[in-house]
C-alpha cells in the first residue's frame, strides 16, 4: 500500500515555487503526491515532472481549482457536455505530461452543481457516454480516468460507491477507475465495508481524512472498518490526505473550511501516516494468520 498527500495540504495553487514540497512529501515517507489542476493554475510541467521523477514520487492530477460551470458532462446542453469532454481532454494532456497515472476526481459532473430535482433519465447515461470518450481518449496516454463519489452538498448525480459502480457499467471502459473518499462517506453511507467492497478491483484511491476534514484518527471515520475491508479486498492501491490548510491566510475559509484542522500541512500528514500505518500493520498482520 502506498501513501501519497494532496497539494491543498501545503499550498493554495500549484505553482514552479511549490516543487520543494515533493521533496517534503519524501522526506516524510510518501508515495505519492496530488495535484489540483485548472485554467487558473499556471505552472512548468517539465519542472514538477523532473523532480517527482528524480525523487521516485508518483503523482495524481485532479481538477481543483477554475473549471468552467458550462464544461459539464452531464449537463442537459449538449454543447456543455461537448466544453466538458474538450476541457478535460486537456487536463489529461496535462496529466501525460506530467507523468501522472491518474485524473481523478468529480469527473461525471461538476462539483457544486447540484440539481434538486428528479434526474432524467438520460442523465446519467449521458455522462457515462462522455466518460467512455474520455478514457478512450486517455488510455494511450497510459492515464486511468478515476471517478470519486461525492456527498449530496457538492453533486446530485453518484454519491454512493453503489451509484459509482452503475455509471461505470454504463461507461463501460477498462480505463475506468474509483476513488473512496472517507470524508464524502460520512454523509451518504451507513456501510463502509459493502461501499468498498462494491468497488473491489476498480478501487485504485482512497482519500483519507477525517468526517471533520481534519487528520485520521479521533473522530467518526470508523477506520478499522475501513483498513479491515481493505485488507480483506486486497487492495493494493494509494492512500492519499487530503484536506486544506487553514494556515494559509483565508484559504481554508474559501474552500469553506471554518475551524482551524490543518495549520501545519506536514503535522497533519506525519500524524496521519502514525495512525494510518499502524492500522495497515495490524491487519495485514491479521490476514497473514487466516488459515
Not at 9 to 32: C, K, Y
Request: overall charge negative; proline content about 6%; charged content about 25%.
Amino acid at each position: 500500500m502506498k501513501y501519497g498527500a494532496h497539494c491543498y495540504l501545503f499550498t493554495r495553487r500549484w505553482s514552479d515555487a511549490d516543487v520543494h514540497f515533493l521533496d517534503l512529501a519524501r522526506e516524510i515517507g510518501l508515495d505519492m503526491f496530488e495535484l489540483s489542476v485548472g485554467d487558473d493554475v499556471v505552472f512548468d510541467p517539465h519542472l514538477t515532472a523532473s523532480r517527482a521523477a528524480s525523487l521516485g514520487l508518483d503523482l495524481v492530477v485532479g481538477p481543483g481549482a477554475l473549471w468552467p460551470l458550462d464544461a459539464d458532462l452531464s449537463s442537459d446542453d449538449p454543447g456543455d457536455r461537448a466544453r466538458g469532454l474538450a476541457w478535460h481532454k486537456r487536463q489529461v494532456d496535462l496529466t501525460a505530461e506530467l507523468g501522472a497515472w491518474g485524473y481523478a476526481g468529480c469527473l461525471y459532473g461538476h462539483p457544486g452543481v447540484v440539481k434538486r430535482r428528479r434526474p432524467p433519465v438520460d442523465e446519467l447515461p449521458r455522462a457515462a457516454e462522455g466518460l467512455h470518450a474520455l478514457a478512450e481518449y486517455a488510455a494511450p496516454l497510459r492515464v486511468a480516468i478515476i471517478l470519486e463519489p461525492m456527498s449530496r452538498f457538492r453533486t446530485h448525480l453518484v454519491n454512493t460507491p453503489a451509484q459509482l459502480v452503475r455509471l461505470m457499467a454504463l461507461a463501460d471502459h477498462p480505463g475506468l477507475k474509483a476513488t473512496f473518499d472517507t470524508y464524502h462517506s460520512v454523509t451518504e453511507l451507513r456501510d463502509y465495508a459493502g461501499g468498498l467492497r462494491a468497488l473491489g478491483p476498480r478501487l485504485a484511491l482512497v482519500h483519507a481524512c477525517e468526517n471533520d476534514r481534519g487528520v485520521p484518527g479521533g473522530g467518526l471515520i470508523p477506520w478499522e472498518t475501513v483498513f479491515g475491508t481493505l485488507a480483506e479486498i486486497g487492495f493494493d492501491g494509494t492512500i492519499g490526505f487530503e484536506g486544506y490548510n487553514t494556515g494559509l491566510g483565508d484559504f481554508g475559509f474559501e474552500r469553506g473550511i471554518f475551524q482551524d484542522l490543518c495549520p501545519d500541512g506536514r503535522a497533519f500528514v506525519e500524524q496521519g501516516l502514525v495512525f494510518l500505518r499502524g492500522l495497515e500493520r495490524r491487519f495485514a498482520a491479521a490476514t497473514s494468520r487466516r488459515p
